[in-house]
């Protein structure tokens, strides 16, 4: 199993960029599919996207494509968001998550098991 723990969260303006990043536990990380949700009060939670255990397929919602990046370093057991673009809409508590070599349901919240406590972004207009 795994264990993720997320940082890199903060206040920027919009148009800035920021990068998360989600340490995981665990000797068999590069077996994990790895992803990112996030969270506003009152609204369920939202994918934003996702990379294989090998890193070479990666998923991205509509609202972050062309935005956002996802990358791993399986020898560092870490996933990373890179944020470009920023807007005031991107402003949620994210959250890393890990389920082993899943390949569908990628987009859904229950079908993972592992999560970290999340991190604030929030991007002021």
């Known amino acids: 199993q795994v264990q993720p723990v997320e940082s890199g969260g903060g206040l920027v303006q919009a148009g800035g960029s920021l990068r998360l990043s989600c340490a995981a536990s665990?000797?068999?990380?590069?077996?994990?599919?790895m992803v990112w949700f996030r969270q506003t009060p009152g609204k369920e939670r939202e994918f934003v996207a996702a990379?294989?255990?090998?890193?070479?397929?990666?998923y991205y919602s509509d609202s972050v494509k062309g935005r956002f990046t996802i990358s791993r370093d399986n020898v560092k057991n870490t996933v990373y968001l890179q944020m470009n673009s920023l807007k005031p809409e991107d402003t949620a508590v994210y959250s890393c998550?890990?389920?082993?070599?899943?390949?569908?349901?990628?987009?859904?919240?229950?079908?993972?098991?592992?999560w970290g406590q999340g991190t604030q972004v929030t991007v002021s207009s």
């Open positions: 998550a890990a389920d082993y070599r899943r390949s569908s349901g990628l987009r859904v919240p229950a079908s993972y098991d592992y």
């Open positions: 990379i294989s255990w090998s890193g070479s397929s990666t």
């Open positions: 665990g000797r068999t990380f590069s077996d994990y599919t």
